[in-house]
């Protein structure tokens, strides 16, 4: 009896025991992810607090301060005295023109434009007349035509100033979040205001132009006539024939589609 007795109070003991680790664990757990909720809540402050100092991109675009004030700057230095007419970048008699399908939400096209192969080609081919850019609207990631037609036209409109490309570029660097329904009024007027010679009066104007809306529509149904089925797309056109690119591409395979229809 007296053994059985104290099995029990041994059994009991180790089960104390196992709850009190138990308990113990749960404690330590709890700490572990109050201090990692701290952590956390303090990373997002200082991130916050980063972009806001900066200026940068927020979820709705549109920079801010010094960083608008840069992206300005660079984009100026990219595109001075470079030819611009309607959507084309270049010399008319460049020999190469290389056909840009895109959609100035897609954060693809932004990567190419912004980070990836567009600006060395912009600073060397074409700013000495071997090749020039026409840019086609293909919608791929708006995913709303009503907001698709809408900035194209905005962007056409500047174009028709000879500032297509500014206002592109300035939407590629200052795009917001994709699926957060950045691109409204006062979006398309930030980056209008952004452009320098711009003539808001006339911009505001030329959007109501039909022209440009069947522009947009004439894009697209180009795009799926040559196949377009993402963006950016980049055909090739040159004296050896065409080729084409569906992929955000790097400058050397620039410079090779370039090589291959020259």
Same mark, same amino acid.
């Given at each position: 009896?007296?053994?059985?007795?104290?099995?029990?109070?041994?059994?009991?003991?180790?089960?104390?025991?196992?709850?009190?680790?138990?308990?113990?664990?749960?404690?330590?757990?709890?700490?572990?992810?109050?201090?990692?909720?701290?952590?956390?809540?303090?990373?997002?402050?200082?991130?916050?607090?980063?972009?806001?100092?900066?200026?940068?991109?927020?979820?709705?675009?549109?920079?801010?301060? #010094?960083?608008? %004030?840069?992206?300005? /700057?660079?984009? !100026?230095?990219? =595109?001075?005295?470079?030819?611009?007419?309607? &959507?084309? *970048?270049?010399?008319?008699?460049?020999?190469?023109?290389?056909?840009?399908?895109?959609?100035?939400?897609?954060?693809?096209?932004?990567?190419?434009?912004?980070?990836?192969?567009?600006?060395?080609?912009?600073?060397?081919?074409?700013?000495?007349?071997?090749?020039?850019?026409?840019?086609?609207?293909?919608?791929?990631?708006?995913?709303?035509?009503? #907001?698709?037609? %809408?900035?194209?036209? /905005?962007?056409? !409109?500047?174009? =028709?100033?000879?500032?297509?490309?500014?206002? &592109?570029? *300035?939407?590629?660097?200052?795009?917001?979040?994709?699926?957060?329904?950045?691109?409204?009024?006062?979006?398309?007027?930030?980056?209008?205001?952004?452009?320098?010679?711009?003539?808001?009066?006339?911009?505001?104007?030329?959007?109501?132009?039909?022209?440009?809306?069947?522009?947009?529509?004439?894009?697209?149904?180009?795009?799926?006539?040559?196949?377009?089925?993402? %963006?950016?797309?980049?055909?090739?056109?040159?004296?050896?024939?065409?080729?084409?690119?569906?992929?955000? &591409?790097?400058?050397?395979?620039?410079?090779?589609?370039?090589?291959?229809?020259?």
């Amino acid at each position: 009896m007296a053994s059985r007795t104290k099995q029990k109070e041994e059994a009991r003991a180790r089960r104390l025991a196992e709850e009190r680790e138990r308990a113990e664990r749960a404690r330590r757990s709890n700490r572990l992810r109050m201090i990692g909720g701290v952590v956390v809540l303090a990373v997002a402050i200082v991130a916050v607090a980063i972009a806001v100092s900066s200026g940068g991109n927020s979820a709705t675009g549109l920079q801010k301060g #010094t960083a608008q %004030t840069k992206t300005g /700057a660079s984009v !100026s230095s990219l =595109l001075s005295g470079i030819p611009q007419s309607g &959507a084309t *970048l270049g010399s008319s008699t460049a020999p190469v023109t290389m056909t840009y399908y895109g959609d100035l939400e897609c954060p693809i096209c932004r990567d190419f434009t912004v980070n990836g192969g567009l600006s060395p080609l912009i600073q060397n081919e074409v700013r000495k007349g071997k090749v020039k850019i026409v840019y086609k609207s293909f919608e791929t990631a708006t995913r709303d035509p009503s #907001t698709f037609k %809408t900035q194209q036209v /905005a962007a056409l !409109s500047a174009g =028709l100033q000879k500032h297509f490309w500014d206002y &592109a570029e *300035l939407f590629y660097h200052e795009q917001g979040a994709e699926g957060s329904g950045y691109v409204n009024e006062a979006y398309l007027q930030g980056l209008a205001q952004q452009v320098p010679g711009l003539n808001l009066t006339q911009w505001e104007s030329d959007r109501n132009n039909s022209s440009l809306a069947n522009q947009v529509a004439s894009d697209e149904q180009s795009g799926t006539t040559v196949g377009v089925q993402g %963006t950016p797309t980049l055909v090739f056109t040159g004296p050896k024939g065409q080729t084409a690119i569906g992929t955000a &591409a790097t400058y050397p395979q620039l410079q090779q589609a370039i090589q291959k229809v020259s």
